[in-house]
């Protein structure tokens, strides 16, 4: 199935080729390379929001495609730190799912590493793999520092995504999102 941002690129095509629909960035390999794109910010979010990563059902499409097209955040650990005012401009959230957000975002923090790892959006990472990588190397905080040619030994790691992996850890907006979330309680150990 194709994804929201790959559906609406085909609407979208400049002399380069196909741009983003939302940022008008130049598409590359099916992808905006743009990684404060509110399509991809809202994806990220969504997916970190999913069960099978920190569970924060109440906080839905709706709301992260608000929250990302407003630029609020642009990735999962300033979902912890948004005030009040952020929130209260989310139209269309009751003062009572506000609540139930605020509930499972607090019980989001005891989220196993592997789910955390799923819901981090590091590409070709689904959860089956993430839970792998977590049993393999034990922690988050292990996995960012080791070597591409160590993760390919990894079943399901291939060159390519070993790279992509290592380069996702070593992005500026993915440290801060990492430290952002270590720092409202979320471990990166089992």
């Given at each position: 199935m194709a994804s929201l941002l790959q559906t609406l690129a085909g609407f979208f095509k400049g002399p380069s080729g196909p741009k983003c629909p939302e940022c008008s960035s130049l598409i590359i390999d099916d992808s905006c390379p743009n990684l404060d794109c509110p399509l991809k910010v809202a994806e990220w979010i969504t997916r970190w929001c999913s069960p099978e990563a920190a569970n924060i059902p109440a906080l839905g499409q709706a709301a992260a495609?608000?929250?990302?097209?407003?630029?609020?955040?642009?990735h999962p650990g300033e979902l912890y730190e948004l005030g009040q005012g952020g929130w209260d401009r989310l139209e269309?959230?009751?003062?009572?799912?506000?609540?139930?957000?605020?509930g499972q975002m607090e019980g989001s923090k005891s989220a196993e590493p592997g789910a955390v790892l799923f819901g981090l959006c590091l590409p070709g990472i689904d959860a089956r793999l993430a839970k792998r990588l977590i049993g393999e190397f034990q922690s988050i905080d292990i996995l960012r520092e080791t070597k591409p040619k160590r993760l390919q030994q990894v079943k399901g790691v291939d060159g390519q995504q070993a790279f992509e992996i290592r380069r996702w850890f070593r992005d500026s907006v993915n440290r801060q999102a990492l430290q952002?979330?270590?720092?409202n309680g979320f471990r990166f150990s089992g």
């Open positions: 495609w608000q929250l990302a097209r407003r630029r609020l955040v642009l269309g959230v009751s003062v009572n799912q506000l609540a139930e957000i605020h952002m979330l270590e720092q």
